[in-house]
Nanobody
Framework: QVQLVESGGGSVQAGGSLRLSCAAS????????MGWFRQAPGKEREGVAA????????SYSDSVKGRFTISRDNVQNTLYLQMNDLKTEDTAMYYC???????????????????????WGQGTQVTVSS
């Protein structure tokens, strides 16, 4: 069965950095676009970054653009999220997700909408203190 296992969360002070990882198994990893979503208590789940199957195309939410970098290793079947200059508002549970479908050409960009994704991990907590 498909498994997405996140790691790398923790507590950090504002301005600090964390790197999240997601180990994927049970799926043809290189054929899926991948994403990172987050959800804070009392708030809706938000897509923060996504990457195309080959890694050439990325999408970021405005709230993290310029601070977060998504990347993937299609040999190790691992997804990463490098988070720099963390802010208290980045505090949330972070989820790794995999999706497939559509035509990956032209102006296509990996989506940040959760209905476009098929599989989800259990999440890793990120807490940023001031």
């Amino acid at each position: 069965q498909v498994q997405l296992v996140e790691s790398g969360g923790g507590s950090v002070q504002a301005g600090g950095s964390l790197r999240l990882s997601c180990a994927a198994s049970g799926l043809s990893y290189s054929t899926y676009y991948m994403g990172w979503f987050r959800q804070a208590p009392g708030k809706e789940r938000e897509g923060v970054a996504a990457i195309s199957p080959g890694g050439a195309r990325t999408s970021y939410s405005d709230s993290v653009k310029g601070r977060f970098t998504i990347s993937r290793d299609n040999v190790q079947n691992t997804l990463y999220l490098q988070m720099n200059d963390l802010k208290t508002e980045d505090t949330a549970m972070y989820y790794c997700t995999a999706g497939r479908g559509g035509v990956y050409s032209g102006n296509w960009l990996p989506p940040l909408a959760s209905p476009r994704y098929n599989y989800w991990g259990q999440g890793t907590q990120v807490t940023v203190s001031s």
